[in-house]
């Protein structure tokens, strides 16, 4: 018994010192939680880039959006099941991307402002967030009309935000703009501000050009409230508007997942495979160029693929026992070159240009026809109407001719003056023929329309919506070149076209408290449309 | 003890008296494995005093009459009575297990007899496992377990299975059972990698409360495989070939009257949509057997064409497999040590055309005992695998569904030399032959893995063992997946609305290992108090370690177009590496309590120590107890029942906690952007993940009761179990509102609850020396609940598709529950269709269509023998849930849908519909004759979203009944292998698995088993483009030497 007790005590004394060994080694053992995979942190100089190109992805999806519903495209032979594309009876995932991805990416420069916000060091950086991010929020008022702002972008602090009403949310983003270029003043008086420098694939660090894009953007703004918002502060900054295409470049080059987004989606995949082939573009748009409407020899050769022969179709016409629909080439009709091998594609004029080429954030072009409906509205007075149209319409031409690199094929100049004098009597073309407000207002929006085709098309479907321009004709047997309404339209509206999307599925599932009832893609108006 | 036996059954013999013709009676007796027996008493029936022994080789001799009957006894063995008929007698004694005494191997590998255990478990011998032959072990238990849910998620070669026991408990974390081998935790993968003829036995655990001791992971219970041991004076070798042959058991239900054509080609006087000779829909006219064109000519000229009637090639496509298995084991034993050998080869075809696999495995394991206080036990194996897949399944299958029926699929297998098959040629330009689709992706994977695990035990006293083990347990992984290029020829691309366009061939190639290292050390104590007290103590440490590393490679556009090799592409080649560890520590403490061998009280605790969660959070203590009472041990009125033969009592509580997250989850993640970087230029964007700041474990808390009871000298055996848990503090990944700027939060959020009852039963009505029948039945009834997610989370995606329809979790609903769209219904769930129109209304939002958890299991099985003969059978069914078919709208797009010719594709009324009272707003009447239109056509009903999209058009009843297995076995008597000296047994097989299913009537499309969210995702209740089930039919042969 007694030798049994030893036992007992040697024993516990063994556990006990196991046990000990167990504690004190324990932390050292376990604190092994450091991620290797992932980093958890980032600098603005990291997160900028980043944001800005996820921002040329996101406009090449919004892109696509406007010139599938904007009429710029139809559906091409060979393909079937476009359903909604068809019907306009959206459900709520069509499109629902553009709805998640610009919240995904407002998060980036989200995480810049406030990493930023009290560092006057980071003046620029968190200038060019606010005005990315005033951008980002009005696409998704354009497309979404009321979304969540104020609650937005919280976090885990606010896990069901509320949404805010449309106008509210525009005069937040313009007050945002005036904000970003006071930022972007007060930071050039700090001596060790950090420079924007390779991190801004925008203007390589032109604090000018910042400032000039928040003008023009907040003119954006103005315009398409159209007296429905009372801002703060309607006047602009002296530093003007944007006189040269905003064009993010990263360094696009024929590289895996490092092309320009919108001739990896519609020329060809880096490794010389044939992008989308299902859409091509409308009868209605090429009557804009082939002189049914107008005469655009130049523009239509620098854009489309076989002018002015190009195949067209109109929306929801599919191959029948009638009718044959051409069938898309690779690198689509949207890619003028005859040169069509997929692996070293490239270099030319027109929308796509080449896997090299810079994407287009906002061209001159735009800005110059919004100063000119803004002179026209007595928003903008450093130029005239006629002056800013123009400029406008010399500006596409000089942004479809230039090549990847940035170098001009042919002579822009002279051929905007041939586009003159080859439609003589359209007040379209030569604005002094158009003489009520209301003709040089449709002068200036349908040469937008043709100038951002398929260059930011989402921007001409908001102009349509708005403004009504360019005019569709939609009564019974409206042909082709009329009207770009999918032929299986069921839409309720006079022009059988929708006029909004659906909020994404995920709203209604995760913040269906929230969201917006009762959304009809023909009846519930962005506060803005017509 | 067993010598003290035999000799009181000596002395107890008594002289009698004998009578008639006596002569001597010679024979041999041996155990099962034809090892001699000593010390077996032989005796005449009545007649005790003619008592002789076995000697040393298992020879008696004894004076008998002819008709006498001779019984022949042996402690541990059942009794055989043999009537005396001639002068030799060579007889086999079987094993004979006495329940209540029964060892078996409990958590932490310590052994316990049954009758102390006070949770349920049950055992799966070797036989019972293999008699189907499955190649997996998984595929051997399916329907032998109460409570076990075993699950073919995915169907192909060497499937995946999903096993869950008594139900789920985490909302997003792991459900599956814990694997134990030889004692050592190894990951659920190696259930499809081990040698199931290795397998001795298995002990399953059902209850999370049984397993405490192996740690957090055993919340979900544990299955405990034990592989064989060499014997003790027994050398044996084995070997066994088997076939197997595979087909597909059950086919997509598809439409056999319309052909490729449709309304978007005009239509005929009848409304029928007209033919087209390249649609890929089938709304085209009925069959009238004419020969058609398919296909636009080719450039050559010629043109392809086939009769407009049914063929059944799209069951044809399907091919049959084929599985050969060989089996070669060697096991020999002395006083010291033991070893066991075995290999196995197994070497598959799939029912996908040319998808292979083959497997080898090899094992070795022993004992050995050195001096009288340290035994040393190892187990290892070795396997690889080689698979040989197309990686493309799902689009193959699809652009199968895809073909009219009036095109004979198994034409256009020689994609290489016949022009019609061959991408350029083939007669649809939008979906490509299904042939060269899995010809052209491939992917070629191999996986080895070693397994092996040592124990030391060293005994300084009696009733004192100190433990220590080392588990490891390590895959090595490699895989290479492929597409091939193909350049279509001009011709092909510009022919009749083509959209055929150039494949670039591309590559991607990948190496991973993982490694679980587990450590084990403890001290067991023993000790009898005076006679009636027992005590069993364990004390014990463990420490786990799991690492992890992957990095793969991809190139596309390979410039030598059949090098798939990652430095033969164009641009930069993708790439990525993740790595993973994790470390876990568990104090724990088991006490056994015994009192007059009848009642048992166990309790245990842990605390463990994970690395994976905030230091303020990683430890955590959880208890267990259970009691077991023996009533008819107790009770002296049982004791001497006749009737009840065992009748025990058992009960127990548990609490465990379970970490279920992986490693670096707690912090944020930033990632390097697409495209970046470019240059020397980097760009990271935030990732969408947000955290809740201190996550802790998930607690399972829950008791069980139940008893056994036994009667008839166990020719009746029965055990029920009640059990009950709820698991709170879910670790949940939920999807939130991207205006956060996140898309999902992990958080610890909800609650859920399982109970149920299980209950085993087997009777032997007959066993006599040349009959054998036992027949038994499993049920389980199991009611998995969530009760609560959180007040801002009402439901939880576990599985969904793009439209927010699939799997979800949804507080006070079975857990899950299939989500999706409906029609808008009235009151009383008629389908409210458009008065002018005759059609449907998709509702707004989605609702819950059905249960994904079957409610009740049953199994029954049998064995019947006679002499050498044995037949076995195992029926299972799975009852009382639903499941949504993703196949079906597929189907219905294509035209081949068994649906879409319900109504011989005309108009029709839409069924059970009622439509809107003008009489009465808000009231509806029933609609009689309001037809829906457009019932053909590919622009119709059938193909339209109003049918398509609405999920419960393909929510069906789950129910099923399985032939699961099917084996009937000839033992060659040792008569017939007398001449041959050196063969000692030789059995011959047949044997099949699921040879025959019923599903429900209105499931058309496969089977409800599969998963198609993955065997890890708790996302049940959803099937796809998984291939159809097999039903598996071969024979073996086997030999003992």
Not at chain 2, 188 to 217: C, F, H, K, R, W
Request: with cysteine; proline share 4%.
């Amino acid at each position: 018994m007694i030798k049994n007790m030893k036992n007992m005590k040697k024993l516990t004394a063994i556990l006990l010192s196991g046990v000990m060994l167990l504690a004190t080694s324990c932390d050292k053992y376990l604190d092994i939680n450091k991620n290797p995979n992932s980093a958890s942190s980032a600098t603005a100089e990291l997160i900028l880039p980043q944001a800005l190109n996820y921002t040329a992805g996101l406009l090449n999806s919004f892109n696509t959006y406007g010139a599938q519903i904007g009429g710029y495209s139809a559906n091409a032979g060979g393909y079937g099941g476009f359903g909604t594309a068809f019907t306009y009876n959206f459900s709520a995932s069509d499109y629902s991307g553009l709805f998640t991805s610009s919240y995904d990416l407002l998060e980036d420069y989200q995480t810049i402002i406030n990493q930023t916000s009290t560092d006057p060091n980071y003046s620029y950086y968190n200038a060019v967030a606010r005005i990315m991010k005033s951008l980002h929020f009005q696409q998704l008022v354009d497309t979404y009309n009321d979304v969540p702002y104020t609650d937005a972008l919280q976090g885990g602090l606010k896990f069901l935000p509320t949404y805010t009403s449309a106008p509210v949310v525009y005069k937040a983003i313009a007050d945002e703009l005036d904000a970003a270029i006071a930022k972007i003043n007060a930071g050039a008086a700090v001596t060790a501000v950090v420079p924007l420098g390779t991190s801004d694939i925008l203007f390589a660090g032109n604090t000018t050009k910042w400032k000039q894009l928040a003008n023009t953007l907040k003119l954006r703004i103005i315009l398409r409230a159209n007296g429905k918002v009372t801002f703060s502060n309607t006047s602009f900054s002296s530093d003007g508007f944007l006189t040269a295409d905003a064009l993010i470049n990263p360094g696009y080059l024929r590289d895996n997942g490092r092309q320009n987004p919108k001739w990896n989606t519609w020329g060809w995949g880096y490794t010389g495979s044939a992008g989308n082939k299902a859409w091509m573009p409308t009868t209605f748009a090429r009557a804009f160029y082939d002189g049914i409407k107008i005469t655009d020899n130049g523009r239509g050769k620098a854009v489309y693929y076989q002018f002015p022969t190009t195949p067209t179709n109109q929306l929801g016409q599919e191959t029948n026992s009638t009718v044959t629909i051409a069938s898309s080439p690779e690198g689509s009709f949207w890619f003028p070159s005859s040169v069509r091998v997929g692996a070293s594609a490239g270099n030319a004029t027109g929308v796509l240009k080449g896997p090299n080429a810079g994407f287009p954030l906002l061209t001159a072009a735009e800005s110059y026809f919004m100063q000119a409906e803004g002179a026209l509205k007595g928003i903008v007075t450093t130029t005239t109407a006629a002056t800013a149209f123009s400029n406008g319409i010399k500006a596409s031409f000089t942004y479809l001719y230039t090549l990847p690199d940035g170098s001009i094929s042919g002579n822009p100049t002279a051929d905007a003056a041939t586009y003159l004098t080859d439609n003589p009597t359209n007040a379209l073309v030569n604005f002094g023929l158009a003489t009520t407000t209301a003709q040089q207002l449709e002068a200036i929006i349908t040469q937008k329309w043709v100038a951002l085709n398929f260059v930011n098309s989402e921007q001409s479907w908001n102009d349509y919506r708005r403004t009504g321009y360019p005019k569709v004709i939609s009564t019974a047997g409206a042909t082709a070149t009329q009207t770009f309404a999918s032929k299986y339209s069921e839409s309720t509206r006079p022009d059988k076209l929708p006029t909004r999307l659906l909020y994404p599925p995920t709203e209604g599932s995760y913040n269906s408290a929230n969201v917006p009832k009762g959304i009809s893609p023909y009846t519930s108006l962005i506060f803005w449309a017509q | 003890m067993r010598k003290l036996l035999y000799t009181l059954v000596v002395l107890m013999s008594m002289s009698i008296v004998s009578f008639g013709q006596v002569r001597t009676i010679k024979g041999k007796v041996s155990d099962q494995n034809a090892a001699a027996l000593q010390g077996v008493t032989v005796r005449l029936q009545g007649k005790t005093e003619k008592a002789v022994l076995t000697n040393t080789k298992g020879e008696f001799e004894i004076k008998a009459q002819n008709g006498d009957f001779l019984l022949f006894s042996f402690v541990g063995f059942k009794t055989e009575r043999v009537k005396v008929a001639q002068a030799i007698m060579n007889v086999t004694l079987t094993e004979q297990v006495n329940l209540m005494d029964e060892v078996v191997v409990t958590a932490g590998g310590v052994k316990a007899k049954r009758k102390e255990i006070g949770t349920a478990s049950s055992i799966v011998k070797a036989e019972s496992l293999v008699a189907g032959k499955s190649t997996s072990i998984a595929g051997g238990l399916q329907g032998k377990v109460a409570g076990l849910q075993i699950s073919n998620t995915g169907g192909g070669i060497n499937p995946n299975f999903r096993l869950v026991l008594r139900g789920q408990r985490s909302l997003t974390g792991n459900n599956e059972a814990l694997l134990v081998l030889d004692n050592v935790i190894v990951p659920s993968t190696m259930l499809g990698n081990l040698n199931p003829e290795d397998v001795e036995d298995i002990v399953v655990l059902n209850g999370s409360g049984a397993a405490a001791l192996y740690g957090s992971q055993a919340s979900n219970g544990a299955l405990i495989v034990t592989t064989k041991k060499g014997k003790n004076g027994v050398t044996q070798v084995g070997f066994s070939q088997t076939t197997t042959y595979e087909s597909v058991a059950f086919f997509p239900k598809i439409q056999e009257k319309f052909g490729a054509g449709g309304s978007g080609y005009g239509v005929d006087q009848f409304g029928y949509g007209n033919f087209s000779y390249l649609e890929n829909q089938s709304y085209g006219p009925a069959f009238d057997g004419s020969k058609r064109p398919l296909g636009p000519p080719l450039a050559d000229g010629s043109q392809d064409s086939t009769y407009y009637r049914f063929y059944p090639g799209h069951n044809d496509f399907w091919e049959k497999g084929l599985i050969k298995q060989t089996d070669f084991n060697v096991s020999n034993g002395d006083a010291n040590s033991t070893l066991y050998f075995s290999a196995q080869y197994v070497d598959q075809k799939g029912t996908t055309p040319s998808d292979v696999y083959n497997r080898a495995n090899v094992r070795l394991n022993g004992t050995r005992r050195i001096g009288n206080t340290i035994n040393i036990t190892y187990s290892t194996s070795y396997t690889q695998n080689r698979y040989n897949t197309t990686s493309a399944t799902g689009s193959m299958y699809d652009q199968m569904l895809n073909m009219p029926v009036n095109v004979d699929i198994t034409r256009y297998k020689d994609w290489h030399n016949d022009k019609f098959a061959n991408p350029n040629g083939f007669y649809n330009p939008w979906y490509p032959n299904p042939y060269f689709t899995l010809a052209n992706n491939r992917a070629t994977t191999r996986n080895d893995y070693l397994t092996a695990n040592v124990e030391i035990k060293f005994t300084p006293i009696k009733g004192l063992d100190f433990v220590a083990r080392q588990g490891i347990t390590t895959r090595n992984n490699s895989y290479k997946n492929w597409t091939g290029a193909f350049k279509y020829t001009d011709y092909a691309k510009h022919t009749d609305g083509s959209s055929k366009s150039d494949i670039s061939a591309s590559v991607s190639d990948g190496m991973s290992y993982s490694t679980q290292l587990l450590n084990d050390f403890f001290t067991q104590y023993k000790h009898n108090y005076f006679t009636d007290y027992s005590l069993n103590v364990i004390l014990g440490g463990q420490w786990q370690q799991d690492q992890s590393k992957s990095v793969g490679v991809s190139a596309n556009g390979l410039v030598i177009p059949d090098l798939f090799n990652v430095s033969n592409g164009v641009g930069t080649p993708g790439a990525s590496e993740a790595n993973y560890l994790s470390r876990k520590m568990g104090a724990y403490a088991d006490a056994r309590f015994g009192y007059k061998n009848y009642l048992y009280l166990h309790v245990s605790g842990r605390n463990d120590w994970v690395s994976i969660l905030a230091p303020e959070n990683r430890t955590f203590f959880y208890p267990a107890a259970d009691l077991s009472f023996i009533a008819s041990d107790a009770f002296d009125f049982l004791k001497n029942s006749n009737t009840v033969s065992y009748l025990k009592f058992r009960a127990g509580v548990s609490k465990v906690g379970q970490v279920n997250l992986g490693p670096y989850s707690l912090l944020p993640t930033v990632y390097s952007g697409s495209g970046y970087p470019f240059g020397s230029q980097a760009g990271y964007t935030i990732g969408n993940s947000l955290v809740s700041p201190s996550l802790k474990p998930e607690i399972t808390k829950g008791y069980e009761v139940g008893f056994d009871l036994n009667l008839f000298s166990d020719r009746i055996t029965s055990n029920v179990t009640w059990f009950h848990t709820n698991t709170v503090n879910q670790t949940v990944t939920t999807g939130v509102s991207q205006t956060t700027g996140f898309s999902s939060l992990l958080t610890n959020t909800g609650e859920t609850m399982s109970e149920g009852l299980e209950v085993t039963t087997h009777v032997t009505p007959i066993r006599t020396k040349d009959w054998n029948v036992t027949v038994g039945a499993i049920y389980t009834y199991l009611n998995n609940n969530v009760l609560s997610i959180s007040n801002d989370i009402p439901k939880l995606s576990l599985a969904t598709y793009g439209n927010g329809s699939g799997s979800w979790a949804v507080a006070n609903k079975p857990f899950p529950v299939i989500m999706g769209y409906d029609y808008k219904r009235d009151g009383a769930g008629h389908v409210i269709v458009d008065a002018v129109t005759g059609l449907p209304t998709k509702s707004d939002t989605i609702s819950v269509l059905g249960n994904a958890v079957a409610k009740h299991k049953l199994s029954l099985d049998g064995s019947i023998r006679y002499k050498s003969f044995t037949l076995s059978f195992l029926f299972e069914y799975r009852g009382g849930y639903q499941i949504y078919n993703s196949i079906g709208p597929g189907m219905d797009w294509s035209g081949t849908g068994w649906r879409t010719a319900l109504y011989d594709r005309k108009r029709f009324v839409f069924p059970n519909s009622v439509i809107a009272d003008p009489a009465n707003p808000g009231k509806y009447v029933n609609n009689t004759n309001i037809e829906i239109a457009n019932g053909n056509g590919n622009n119709g009903f059938w193909t339209d979203g109003i049918n398509r999209d609405v999920t419960s058009n393909y929510v069906t009843s789950a129910d099923f009944w399985k032939l699961r297995e099917l084996s009937i076995a000839y033992n060659v008597p040792a008569k017939f292998l007398a001449k041959s000296k050196f063969i000692k047994g030789c059995t011959i097989s047949a044997q099949g698995r699921n040879l025959m299913v019923w599903m429900a009537k209105d499931n058309y499309y496969t089977d409800p088993e599969y998963s198609s969210a993955g065997s890890t995702s708790n996302g049940i209740g959803l099937t796809g483009y998984e291939v159809p089930p097999s039903r598996y039919y071969g024979a073996t042969v086997s030999f003992k030497f």
